[in-house]
């Protein structure tokens, strides 16, 4: 259970469960109060990770060469990505768990006045069920031409973070 943050509410719950059965009331409710505080913690750690701002930071990602490689091999294949990096966002919440950011930089053309259906079209390909992030916690920003060098995309130039 100390392992694992998605482990330890079942746990819990079988303690629990075990100790109510042998009438230890008192030991089993420590168990009930300790996923109650759990759950809490897992509802302060996903709204940590639902949104970026411009107060979080970011470090290299600690991914596997093989994964980054493969990262790029698949970004390459949109050609509406002009720049893209790929950083670890530093969590507060069950840090054991990383969560990953991925920044993409479009390509609009010149003459180019509705970038609307290129970002679908690149929100639809990071986000299919087969894409190379499905294993991982992570998270999409599309960041606009006019946006480029502005703080937040300052923020997401890390060391080794552009793939």
Same mark, same amino acid.
């Given at each position: 259970?100390?392992?694992?943050?998605?482990?330890?509410?079942? #746990?819990?719950?079988?303690?629990?469960?075990?100790?109510?059965?042998?009438?230890?009331?008192?030991? +089993?409710?420590?168990?009930?109060?300790?996923?109650?505080?759990?759950?809490?913690?897992?509802?302060? +750690? +996903?709204?940590?990770?639902?949104?970026?701002?411009?107060?979080?930071?970011?470090?290299?990602?600690?991914?596997?060469?093989?994964?980054?490689?493969?990262?790029?091999?698949?970004?390459?294949?949109?050609?509406?990505?002009?720049? +893209?990096?790929?950083?670890?966002?530093?969590?507060?919440?069950?840090?054991?768990?990383?969560?990953?950011?991925?920044?993409?930089?479009?390509?609009?053309?010149?003459?180019?006045?509705?970038?609307? #259906?290129?970002? #679908?079209?690149?929100?639809?390909?990071?986000?299919?069920?087969?894409?190379?992030?499905?294993?991982?916690?992570?998270?999409?920003?599309?960041?606009?031409?006019?946006?480029?060098?502005?703080?937040?995309?300052?923020?997401?130039?890390?060391?080794?973070?552009?793939?």
């Amino acid at each position: 259970m100390a392992k694992d943050p998605n482990a330890f509410l079942p #746990g819990c719950r079988l303690i629990y469960n075990f100790l109510q059965s042998q009438g230890k009331e008192k030991e +089993a409710s420590h168990y009930l109060q300790r996923a109650k505080h759990h759950n809490g913690l897992l509802a302060l +750690a +996903a709204q940590e990770r639902s949104s970026i701002t411009k107060n979080d930071k970011f470090v290299e990602n600690d991914l596997p060469l093989e994964f980054i490689e493969s990262l790029q091999k698949q970004i390459a294949d949109l050609r509406d990505i002009r720049k +893209a990096y790929f950083v670890k966002r530093v969590v507060q919440y069950f840090p054991e768990m990383p969560a990953y950011v991925l920044a993409v930089s479009p390509y609009y053309s010149f003459l180019e006045f509705s970038p609307d #259906g290129k970002d #679908g079209k690149i929100l639809a390909y990071l986000t299919q069920e087969k894409y190379f992030l499905r294993n991982v916690m992570w998270r999409y920003l599309i960041i606009p031409n006019w946006l480029n060098f502005s703080v937040l995309l300052i923020q997401f130039i890390v060391k080794n973070s552009r793939i």
